[in-house]
Each structure stands twice: as structure tokens, then as C-alpha cells.
């Protein structure tokens, strides 16, 4: 949505920033809800409505009932309240730590989390029976971000429940009583589905022991837990008894609180404390956040997973899943972890069709483009100019046939290197890279007036919108100005807007007939009235400014660094311009009978304008040299009001 409201975002009202504003913190409620656990996600909603209540920045949708149902919904994922009669008594607006007694904590799984076991485990026994295959495969599992494959590493190694009970405890503080019966509950229904589905894997695991950290000693999905297995053996979890809760509850609350990665490592051989890694191998990557754009290419051709988990699809990497597998000529089989009919669903249909449509766009441009580059080719200028310059003057090959077209009449160009004196300051932007791919030098000097010098004649102050609001706010761009105009004949003001966004300093409901201090076109347009000599050229990228100087540069000096690094705010080198007051001088080019080309010889032989008034017309025949106008500004001056009026009438 911002997007498409980029060009009009300058127009846009308050109410209505605020909304799209609105709606990104919606996509990122979406997003978390999907993407993390039921603790993450009700600690981002509980900091929201703090952050709300904190700077009063009123959002509609919190104050709508689809809000309310949200974190009611949002904390009965995470704990609930067992003496409500409904759930809609569990108000937001309560303090928890009304609740704090009465909470019986619920701490909801992810599903994925689940899906990503079931997976793992079908991994784990394929491995044991691949042989045939050249031993167990490497399994590569990619999420989106760094936060989710620290979840899921946290996950893989302690499970859902320790992971859960420490992000409760680090979110809400710890509750010793809430943990203990959430604990013999999850104990209890985890005794009786075993019993029910009579499965000896799951049975097995049970009886293993009954810390949840212990139980992941024997899982095989990471390399870590691997090695502590063949590290101990199979002296874990058989020693401890399943229906020993009391005892057990403040044990296991204790590993889940904190769970510490540096106690899973005691005891393990030397190979597995120096890092060396055995098979098979279970990497978590990310998706995104890489600044390496081939960071997950060569994760692939490193680790050869023959087992991909995608936790999140994205597009992209399925397709570089595609380019590896027809490169290696391996087996790889690959797992797609998404919620059906949801919006990640969805947004990876949308992925899909927006690729075929770019396909068959490319196609058709493709076909398009091989039809209009014959026609042009067939009707090109070389044609056209062999035609002419070729056949009918006997030139049978392309060199000569292009000699005759550069030479220009039989007087051939001189080939002038140009060059800009730009400031060291100015280096930070694009724009003297892109002057220097024209084919012009750059000269990088420290310059106090002006940013690139392009003739002697004509100095250059670049500013962006942001730059020119600040400048004419401080002034500081009327004493750039002053220097310029006071040091160079062409002094120009350079204004850079962004090619992505319509350019405008203000909205077509604050334009006013009068000027006011406060309006930035009011302000360019004094700019304007007390510098006459100032230009301004207005640029909508820097690409467009590298062309536009390489075109004023036609035909004209190159500069001189050192006379340009001479010229200082304070230097006494005043110019023969400065000379003179520029108010006179402009009340006198408005008079009859003087132009730019005699207005310098009246300024030479005449103080001032009262001095101008007492000279014949003899005397002005003499300074102009040309009796017409000096007639013209004779009369103009010696003339009187009522003659004048009288003379207006009779013309009537």
C-alpha cells in the first residue's frame, strides 16, 4: 500500500498516514502470529497497547471489538482463567497482577513446531536404512529470519515445553505454582495418549526419563544431541521412575527455566568438544537477512543436503533448490511447512503467478523486441547516410562512409577534454561518478563557494529538497548565493528531487496569492527577485544532472582549479560587476534608449543617476555612440508628467 501511495504520499493527510501506518502494524501482527510462538506474539500485542496508552498515539482498530477479541484470544493461548464464566472477562484493560493467582497456564505449540518433529523423525528412520544410499543424509532446515532458527534450534535441542516456559518467564516473570500444575498436566496427557496409541517409539521415549531436557539426549535430529548420545551411551533416563511427579516437577522446572547449553556439553569426546561434527548433520539457515546474496548457494554446495526443509517457502530458493539438484545430479528431497488455506499460503500462490506472468511478459517482449530491432536496423541512420555519402560519391566501405559523417563538411571536430572542478564534500553523492562516465574529468579540490565549477563562468550550488528547505530556513543559501553571484557571471542553484516521487514543495491547498515568510515558494521567489543573475535548474536524478552538465559545457573554457580554490567568502578580488550598485544599474537598463550592450559605457562616464539628468544631448550622442537612442533617453529624462499625459491623450 505504501507503495502505490509513494507518489501522492506529500498530499496525503495526517488520518490517512496514520491508517497505512496502521495497516503495516497489522501485517506485522500477521506475520508474528504465523511465523513465532503464543508468547512472542502476546508480548508484541501487550507492548503495542502500552506503547498506545504511553504517547496516546490512538489507533482506531484498538478500540474496536475484533481489538478485544484479539487479546482475549491472544492470552488464552498463553494461560487462562479458570473461574470466568466467559472468556471475554479476561479484559485487556486488567493489570496481570490481579490475575497472577488464579492463572493456569496453557502455552499453546505452534503447529509447525509438531510438523517440523513429524518430519525429522521420518528423516531419522530413512537414515537408519540408507546404506544403499552411502550412509545417512544432511539435512538443511531454512526459515525466515535469525529469530525463527534460533527458535527452532532452541526447539530441536530442549523441546516446546522448555522453550515455551522460558520465553513465559522471561516475558511475564516466573510462576512457580502456574508451572508446576501446566507441567503434571502436560505429563498426564502425554501418559495417556501413549497408553491410548500403543506405539513403542513414543512409549519408549516416555520411559526414557522424565526431564525434558534429559528426553532430548536421545533425539538424533541434531548433531549436537548425537553426540552427547554416544558420548554417555545409554546410561540416561533408564534410573528414573514416570510416576514420580512431586518430586520430579521442581526438577523439571528448573531445566525448563533456564535451559543451558553449556551443561548439555559435559562429558563429550574430544572430537565433539573441538567442533568436529559427525553425520548426519542438521543445518538451520535463514532466508533472509543475509548480506551475502549467494550466502544459501554456498550452504548448498557446502553441506549437500540430501534432506531440505523449507519452514518457510519463499520462491527464490526453491528455485536455486532446482539449479543445485540438476547440477549435482543427486537425490534431494524437500518439505514444505505451510499452513493451508492461510495468507502464507496465499502468498506464496501470489510468488508463483506473478513469475509466470513475468515470464510471458519477457516472452512477448522478447518477440517484440527482435521485430522493432530488424525495422530499425533496415531504416537505420548508417543507411541513410551511406545513401548519400557512400553511393553517390563512390565510398564503397563502412570507414569511409563514417570519416565523411564525422567530418562535418571536410573540417573535422577537435576532440577538447572536458573537465569539472568539484568539491571533496560533494563526493559522498553519486553524482560526480556519473559525470565521470561521460567521458569528463573530475578535478576533487576543496571549494568554499560553489559545488562544481563547470566553465569559469558558471558555478553550481547542488541541493536537495531536504538541503534547500534547511538552507532557506537558516540562510545560509542566501550567502552562498551572495558569494556566487558576487564571483561568477552564470551562478546557478541546482535542485535534486527523488525520480520515484512527483516533485512538489507544497500542496495545491496551501498555495496563496501573497508571499508569506513561512511558504518555501515565497522564499524561492525572493531568492529570485534580489539575485536577477541566479539560475535555477531543477533535476529529477542524478543522471539527469550529469547529462545537463555535459551540455552546458558545450563550446565554452574549461575552469582553472586554482583560480577556483582562490576564490574564498572573504576574498578582496572584487569583480568588475561589482563595481557598481545593481539597483541603479537595473533602474537604468529600464530606460528608453539603454540595453545590456551601452549600459556599461553610462556607468563608465556617469556617477549616478542625478548626474545622468544634467548631461545634453550632445554629451549622451558622445558616451552612447548613436544619436537615435540618445534622443530617446534625452526626451525620456527632460520630458515632463502633464506634457507626457497630454501626449498620451492625443495619441488616444
Request: aromatic share 8%; proline share 4%.
Amino acid at each position: 500500500m505504501r507503495h502505490y501511495l509513494d507518489p501522492l504520499w506529500h498530499q496525503l493527510g495526517a488520518k490517512t498516514k496514520s491508517l497505512v501506518q496502521d495497516l503495516k502494524i497489522l501485517r506485522t501482527l500477521l506475520q508474528y502470529l504465523s511465523q513465532y510462538d503464543c508468547v512472542t506474539f502476546l508480548n508484541l500485542l501487550e507492548s503495542m497497547r502500552a506503547s498506545e496508552k504511553a504517547f496516546g498515539q490512538n489507533s482506531g482498530w484498538l478500540f474496536l471489538d475484533s481489538s478485544t477479541s484479539m487479546f482475549v484470544h491472544a492470552r488464552g493461548r498463553v494461560y487462562s482463567v479458570p473461574g470466568s464464566k466467559s472468556t471475554k472477562k479476561c479484559k485487556t484493560d486488567e493489570p496481570d497482577g490481579k490475575q497472577d493467582g488464579k492463572k493456569e497456564l496453557v502455552l499453546e505449540s505452534n503447529p509447525k513446531w509438531e510438523a517440523l518433529s513429524e518430519v525429522l523423525k521420518e528423516i531419522e528412520t530413512e537414515n537408519k536404512n540408507s546404506e544403499a544410499l552411502g550412509g545417512p543424509g544432511r539435512i538443511l532446515i531454512c526459515a525466515s529470519d535469525d529469530r525463527t532458527c534460533a527458535q527452532l534450534r532452541e526447539y530441536i535441542a530442549v523441546g516446546a515445553e522448555a522453550l515455551l516456559m522460558r520465553l513465559y518467564n522471561k516475558t511475564f516473570g516466573k510462576d512457580q505454582k502456574a508451572a508446576e500444575v501446566w507441567l503434571k498436566n502436560r505429563k498426564a496427557v502425554k501418559k495417556k495418549d501413549s497408553g491410548a496409541s500403543g506405539k513403542n517409539t513414543r512409549a519408549k521415549k516416555t520411559k526414557e526419563g522424565s526431564s525434558k531436557q534429559k528426553k532430548n539426549l536421545k533425539k538424533t535430529e541434531l548433531t549436537l544431541t548425537q553426540m552427547m548420545e554416544k558420548a554417555e551411551g545409554g546410561d540416561v533416563g533408564k534410573d528414573q521412575e514416570e510416576d514420580q511427579y512431586g518430586e520430579e516437577s521442581l526438577s523439571i522446572e528448573s531445566s525448563i527455566e533456564e535451559p543451558k547449553y553449556e551443561d548439555l556439553q559435559l562429558n563429550l569426546p574430544s572430537d565433539c568438544y573441538y567442533g568436529i561434527l559427525k553425520e548426519p548433520l542438521t543445518v538451520i539457515h535463514p532466508l533472509q537477512g543475509c548480506t551475502d546474496p549467494y550466502a544459501l548457494t554456498r550452504v548448498l554446495h557446502e553441506v549437500e543436503p540430501r534432506y531440505v526443509v523449507l519452514y518457510d517457502a519463499e520462491l527464490s530458493f526453491v528455485r536455486q533448490l532446482e539449479i543445485y539438484r540438476a547440477c549435482k545430479q543427486k537425490t534431494l528431497r524437500v518439505y514444505f511447512l505451510i499452513y493451508g488455506g492461510s495468507t502464507e499460503e496465499q502468498r506464496y500462490l501470489t510468488s508463483l503467478r506473478k513469475e509466470k506472468e513475468a515470464f510471458e511478459k519477457l516472452i512477448r517482449l522478447r518477440a517484440d523486441r527482435k521485430t522493432a530491432a530488424r525495422a530499425k536496423m533496415e531504416n537505420s541512420l548508417f543507411y541513410i547516410m551511406w545513401a548519400q555519402h557512400g553511393m553517390g560519391q563512390g565510398c564503397s566501405d563502412r570507414a569511409s562512409v563514417l570519416s565523411r559523417m564525422h567530418d562535418n563538411g571536410g573540417q573535422k571536430q577537435k576532440n577538447v577534454q572536458h573537465n569539472i572542478i568539484v568539491d571533496m564534500r560533494e563526493f559522498r553523492s553519486e553524482l560526480p561518478s556519473l559525470i565521470h562516465r561521460r567521458g569528463i574529468d573530475i578535478e576533487p579540490v576543496t571549494l568554499e563557494v560553489g559545488d562544481y565549477i563547470l566553465t569559469p563562468d558558471i558555478c553550481v550550488e547542488r541541493k536537495s529538497v531536504s538541503d534547500l528547505i534547511g538552507s532557506l530556513n537558516n540562510g545560509r543559501l542566501y550567502t552562498q548565493c551572495v558569494s556566487m553571484c558576487r564571483y561568477y557571471k552564470r551562478p546557478i542553484l541546482l535542485i535534486e528531487f527523488d525520480p520515484n516521487k512527483p516533485f512538489s514543495l507544497t500542496s495545491r491547498s496551501s498555495i496563496h496569492q501573497e508571499i508569506s515568510m513561512n511558504d518555501i515558494t515565497s522564499k524561492i521567489t525572493l531568492l529570485t527577485l534580489h539575485f536577477p543573475r541566479l539560475r535555477i535548474l531543477w533535476c529529477p536524478s542524478p543522471y539527469a544532472t550529469a547529462e545537463l552538465f555535459e551540455e552546458l559545457k558545450q563550446n565554452r573554457p574549461q575552469p582553472d582549479a586554482a583560480t577556483a580554490m582562490a576564490i574564498t567568502a572573504d576574498s578582496e578580488t572584487i569583480p568588475e560587476s561589482e563595481k557598481y550598485n545593481p539597483g541603479p544599474q537595473d533602474f537604468l537598463l529600464k530606460m528608453p534608449g539603454v540595453n545590456a550592450k551601452n549600459c556599461r559605457a553610462i556607468m563608465n562616464h556617469v556617477k549616478n543617476i542625478a548626474e545622468l539628468t544634467t548631461l545634453s544631448l550632445e554629451r549622451l550622442s558622445e558616451i552612447l555612440g548613436n544619436s537615435n537612442t540618445a534622443n530617446q533617453l534625452h526626451d525620456f529624462i527632460h520630458t515632463s508628467y502633464t506634457a507626457a499625459v497630454s501626449q498620451g491623450k492625443a495619441k488616444r
